[in-house]
């Protein structure tokens, strides 16, 4: 069954530090999105993605963070200059098409640790 | 602002007795709805949805839930658990005019043998 894989699934980095979480969506699917899961807290939206741009944004998603789909397979979330409280799990998901009512498909996600 | 609540962040019950997880919904139009389970250090898994078709949903792995429009709830329930139903289970809306789902803060299942 296809899934959705994201890379790593740790990642330690020092405050100021760039870095990149990497996600391929499952391979028809044409929508992605970005969320994340602060330790005991809910899980929050941050951004979805369609034909190369940013359909929406969570009020998160700010100056620091940046979404690129460099290639067919890879859909990257990367954060500029990371905080303490960038501290997280960080969820891809993708679906076949957009649409309130539509399936989106979950990765195991990437814990980020920001020291 | 849309918004789900859950009700109880943990919740017990013995090896085949009934799972009732419970989440109500904040919407002046009925929203789409959604059930999620996380297993330990595995992504969200879709259990089932509400799209405005029939009220009675039913899901993977027995589970099912029911849209009840005049309490605006959305709980989840199965009559007899397992020990491998214990995870994490969120409820989710998405509201008409847009793709984001809005989560619950979830409740996390522990089954008794």
């Known amino acids: 069954e296809p899934e959705v894989t994201q890379t790593p699934s740790h990642q330690v980095t020092q405050m100021g530090q760039e870095v990149i979480l990497r996600c391929v969506p499952i391979?028809?699917?044409?929508?992605f999105y970005w969320y994340r899961q602060i330790l005991g807290q809910k899980v929050e939206f941050l951004v979805s993605?369609?034909?190369?741009?940013?359909?929406?944004k969570s009020e998160i998603f700010d100056d620091q963070f940046s979404v690129e789909r460099p290639d067919g397979s890879n859909f990257t979330l990367k954060i500029r200059s990371t905080k303490l409280e960038d501290s997280a799990m960080y969820f891809c998901?993708?679906?076949?098409?957009?649409?309130?009512?539509?399936?989106?498909?979950f990765g195991p996600g990437t814990r980020l640790l920001v020291l | 602002a849309q918004s789900v609540t859950q009700l109880g962040s943990h919740v017990s019950v013995s090896e085949g007795a009934l799972v009732l997880l419970r989440c109500n919904y904040s919407?002046?139009?009925?929203?789409?709805l959604f059930w999620y389970v996380q297993y330990p250090n595995q992504g969200l898994q879709l259990l089932l949805k509400?799209?405005?078709?029939?009220?009675l949903v039913k899901g993977i792995n027995g589970f099912e839930a029911e849209f009840k429009k005049s309490e605006t709830s959305f709980h989840l329930t199965k009559p007899s658990a397992h020990m491998s139903d214990a995870a994490e289970y969120f409820c989710?809306?998405?509201?008409?005019?847009?793709?984001?789902?809005?989560f619950g803060t979830g409740t996390r299942l522990q089954v008794f043998p």
């Open positions: 509400y799209t405005s078709a029939a009220t």
């Open positions: 391979s028809n699917h044409l929508y």
């Open positions: 998901a993708s679906s076949e098409r957009a649409g309130g009512g539509e399936t989106q498909y």
């Open positions: 993605f369609y034909n190369n741009e940013i359909s929406e």
């Open positions: 989710a809306v998405s509201p008409y005019n847009t793709d984001k789902l809005i």
């Open positions: 919407s002046s139009v009925p929203p789409y």
